[in-house]
């Protein structure tokens, strides 16, 4: 059984990109490949510009380490989203929110969560065709949140609260493109 599987895996731990990867566990080497049995030729290595899994954010890969994803700032002189650091002031946001019934999103987030790093730059595109909804982003790491996460129902990110006259209309849990801008067209459509 063994052999079966390290002959199956031989091209792709032979790959030279998939050497690179910091996820393969250390027994997998590419310096030292199985002795071939069959005799068949190894196949050529993968470029490094070629990622396995360029495609899907879930992964990392060598290519993106150098050119990471955009994030959020709310720096920028025209954004609606406005970064969340302690628990008091997410209690004030969501006081202004309740209160003046204006639209606003609260994404809940963290650094390390793949499907985050997915639906982020998705929301803030979806935030400059609704400038009118400020996006209250959030990240569940931060010291002193613990509770009022806990208050607030958020067990997994991402999570997004949607806001509408004061109260919650909708939440979408998880990366679900469709879903996130289906609720905010269905929510904050200007007429």
């Not at 998939?18 to 393969?24: C, G, K, Q, R, V």
């Not at 406005?82 to 302690?86: F, S």
């Not at 929301?123 to 982003?137: G, I, R």
């Given at each position: 059984m063994g052999?079966?599987?390290?002959?199956?895996?031989?091209?792709?731990?032979?790959?030279?990109?998939?050497?690179?990867?910091?996820?393969?566990?250390?027994?997998?080497?590419?310096?030292?490949?199985?002795?071939?049995?069959?005799?068949a030729p190894s196949p050529p290595p993968c470029p490094p510009s070629l990622?396995?899994?360029?495609?899907?954010p879930f992964f990392f890969s060598p290519s993106s380490a150098s050119s990471p994803r955009r994030t959020f700032s709310s720096s920028s002189g025209s954004s609606n989203i406005?970064?969340?650091?302690?628990a008091e002031e997410l209690d004030s946001s969501l006081k202004r929110v309740q209160e003046s019934g204006s639209p606003g999103i609260f994404y809940f987030t963290a650094t390390w969560c793949g499907p985050c790093k997915f639906i982020s730059p998705i929301?803030?595109?979806?935030?400059?065709?609704?400038?009118?909804?400020?996006?209250?982003?959030i990240d569940i790491d931060k010291e002193g949140l613990e509770s009022k996460l806990t208050e607030l129902k958020v067990y997994s990110v991402p999570n997004l609260k949607f806001f509408k006259d004061g109260k919650m209309a909708a939440q979408v849990i998880g990366a679900n493109p469709k879903e996130l801008k289906d609720t905010m067209e269905n929510l904050y459509k200007m007429e």
């Open positions: 052999r079966r599987i390290a002959l199956l895996l031989r091209p792709l731990l032979q790959s030279r990109h998939l050497s690179e990867t910091p996820f393969l566990p250390r027994f997998f080497s590419v310096s030292s490949p199985p002795p071939s049995s069959l005799g990622s396995v899994f360029s495609s899907d406005v970064v969340v650091g302690t929301l803030e595109e979806l935030s400059k065709v609704y400038p009118h909804v400020t996006t209250y982003k």
